[in-house]
């Protein structure tokens, strides 16, 4: 009898609501008083910039030169020698010339990124017996020897992938020098280009024996690489961001006309900015493969539909910024693999106060841990302006209270929360819910 009661009261307050939210009620957009007031105070980064002087700067006692994108070819006679820290990267350098950092002796990273470097002299590296990182990834060497390395005996962390590795006999030395147990951080995720038989293997996992057995006995046939279906090329690549390493591994994809979240994306990425592109959706699984990110910003998007898979895999997410978006809710499940997240920034988006929105609203009261801002209703009109939670008091306040079945140790709003689960995963199963009426 009660759970009849029950029915029949949840029937009618979704028929108020149903009402309330028919014709008549605008989807108003909110005019935006927006207060920018949060807003820094950074000029507009120039791009393409060659003859523009490098940046010199100390950051917790070490000086960096920050040279990215200036289109040079070659280091220049007037950098300074203490330097301990050195952007190069997205330039035109083509050759690593022997004993061209020689002088940079205290030099301890290297980011040589994104340039068309094909060549690697013997003695490119002389004199760098302090470099523990030098990234080399995005350019265009085929192969590269053991010996380079000589002088660098404290390097401890190289970034090869995205080059055209010829795997080849000649890359012996470098390859067994890569497998060495300790080096654990160097060359991961390179991967052979050619030959065929050899083509996506990763450096890594060479069988290094077999690298100079070509002449004697050909590789047998792959039979396996038949029925493979044909890998489909990144649309969206992202080498078109800036990478930068220090202080942390950032993706800088800010302003560059994104319609997709970019492929590709190096997996040790702790910092992602994709604001201000025009992404406007996400897809299931989009991060999987960006396990360590921690900052994720998608804010000024026109984002207007998550999937719930969208963010499967980032389980150490601390911070999302939606902010400046088109949602009007979440789909259950959206926010369900995001274990870590601290803060998430949901201002300035066109929330509409439906049952929708309850599952957002739900998932942030039992994750009280987790800060949020900018939770207010801008449709239907008559919720305009209130904060979500308000509103959601009200569709319980709808239903006089004397009537509602009491449960004397459950807040009717955990209630809620129960119900929402239940029927996704009623929905999720495909039994309908059969109202009495
Ligand atoms: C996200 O990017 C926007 C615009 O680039 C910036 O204003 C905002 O502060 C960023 N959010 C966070 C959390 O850093
Ligand atoms: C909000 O996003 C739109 C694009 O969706 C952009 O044109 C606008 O400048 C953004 N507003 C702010 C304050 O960043």
């Known amino acids: 009898m009660q759970a009849l009661t029950i029915v029949i009261l949840l029937f009618f307050c979704k028929a108020a609501e149903l009402r309330k939210t028919g014709p008549g009620t605008s989807r108003s957009k909110a005019h935006h008083g927006r207060a920018n007031g949060d807003r820094r105070a950074w000029g507009p980064v120039k791009r393409y910039a060659p003859g523009l002087p490098c940046d010199i700067y100390s950051y917790l006692h070490e000086k960096y030169l920050d040279c990215q994108e200036r289109r040079l070819v070659y280091v220049l006679a007037d950098w300074p020698e203490d330097l301990i820290h050195m952007l190069l990267a997205r330039n035109k350098i083509r050759t690593l010339k022997n004993s061209m950092f020689a002088k940079f002796r205290k030099l301890k990273s290297l980011d040589l990124q994104q340039n068309d470097i094909s060549k690697i002299e013997t003695d490119a590296f ?4 302090r470099l523990t ?9 085929k192969v590269l ?13 190289l ?6 590795w010829r795997c080849s006999c000649e890359m012996e030395t470098l390859v067994t020098m890569l497998q060495i147990p300790r080096n654990r951080n160097l060359g991961n995720y390179a991967k052979c280009e050619g030959p065929e038989d050899r083509k ?3 450096l890594k996992e060479l069988k290094v024996e077999e690298l100079c057995d070509e002449d004697q006995k050909p590789p047998a046939p792959r039979n396996q690489a038949v029925g493979k279906p044909p890998v489909i090329k990144p649309v969206v690549d992202s080498s078109l961001c800036h990478i930068y390493v220090f202080p942390i591994q950032t993706l800088d994809c800010k302003r560059k006309e994104l319609r997709k979240i970019p492929t590709n994306i190096p997996p040790d990425i702790v910092k992602l900015d994709l604001s201000n592109n025009k992404i406007n959706q996400l897809r299931p699984k989009e991060f999987e493969d960006v396990h360590e990110l921690k900052r994720l910003n998608l804010s000024s998007n026109g984002i207007e539909f998550i999937d719930p898979a969208a963010f499967s895999g980032l389980t150490h997410l601390e911070e999302l910024d939606l902010t400046n978006n088109s949602l009007q809710n979440f789909d259950y499940g ?4 995001l274990y870590f997240l601290k803060i998430l920034w949901l201002k300035d988006n066109p929330w509409r ?6 599952y957002l609203y739900y998932w942030l009261r039992h994750h009280y841990n987790v800060h949020y801002n900018g939770l207010e209703c801008k449709a239907p009109t008559e919720y305009k302006g209130w904060f979500v939670g308000k509103y959601v008091r009200s569709y319980f306040e709808e239903c006089p209270k004397d009537l509602l079945p009491s449960y004397p140790d459950q807040d009717p709003e ?3 929360w129960d119900k929402i689960h239940k029927e996704h995963i009623a929905k999720t199963q495909g039994v309908r819910i059969t109202v009495i009426g």
């Open 126 to 129: 002389f004199g760098l017996s």
């Open 353 to 358: 106060c439906d049952y929708n929105i309850h």
């Open 200 to 202: 996506n293997q990763k």
């Open 145 to 157: 020897t053991e010996e380079v390395f000589i002088h660098t005996p404290l390097l401890n962390y």
């Open 159 to 164: 970034r090869l992938y995205d080059n055209p």
């Open 334 to 337: 959206v926010l369900e693999d």
């Open 133 to 141: 990182t030098l990234l080399l990834q995005h350019n265009r060497i």
């Open 414 to 416: 955990d209630e809620e």
